[in-house]
């Protein structure tokens, strides 16, 4: 998760990737997820629909956390605001496990759990892999 809104940021402050951009992008996650998970075409068919619908949830979730981390700045608040704002995200977290929870009895339904942990490594695979692009791009060194 913090690895996630990590990349979130990052990609926020880097340029916009185009739209072919970010088709390769996504191409190359389903990928590693589909190479990672070694689904059927059974599984395929349950396990895409319900993935790409709690990716969209996970997604919404951590913008909503950028735009308060972003947006609220603490330099002219007062603690009482500035502890609202970390509520609201604190808040937002629990809404992210809430929804990682709900999503995995619904992943259990169309792959083994076994898959279910594959498909956790692929997704921080993917997030290492996107982040040392992301350094790349803006010229650092990889560490």
């Not at 990609?11 to 190359?28: H, K, N, V």
């Not at 502890?83 to 999503?103: A, G, M, S």
């Amino acid at each position: 998760m913090l690895l996630f809104t990590f990349l979130s940021t990052a990609m926020a402050w880097a340029q916009r990737p185009s739209g072919e951009e970010m088709q390769r992008i996504q191409d190359a996650k389903i990928a590693i997820i589909t190479n990672r998970l070694n689904l059927t075409p059974e599984q395929s068919t349950g396990f895409w629909p319900v993935y790409n619908e709690y990716s969209q949830k996970r997604r919404e979730i951590h913008r909503a956390q950028r735009k308060i981390i972003n947006d609220k700045k603490a330099e002219g608040k007062t603690d009482e605001q500035v502890l609202n704002n970390l509520k609201e995200v604190q808040d937002l977290k629990q809404k992210d496990l809430d929804l990682e929870k709900e999503y995995q009895t619904r992943f259990l339904k169309v792959i083994s759990a076994s898959q279910i942990i594959e498909l956790y490594k692929a997704e921080r695979t993917f997030n290492d892999m996107l982040i040392q692009r992301l350094k790349q791009r803006q010229g650092k060194p990889n560490e």
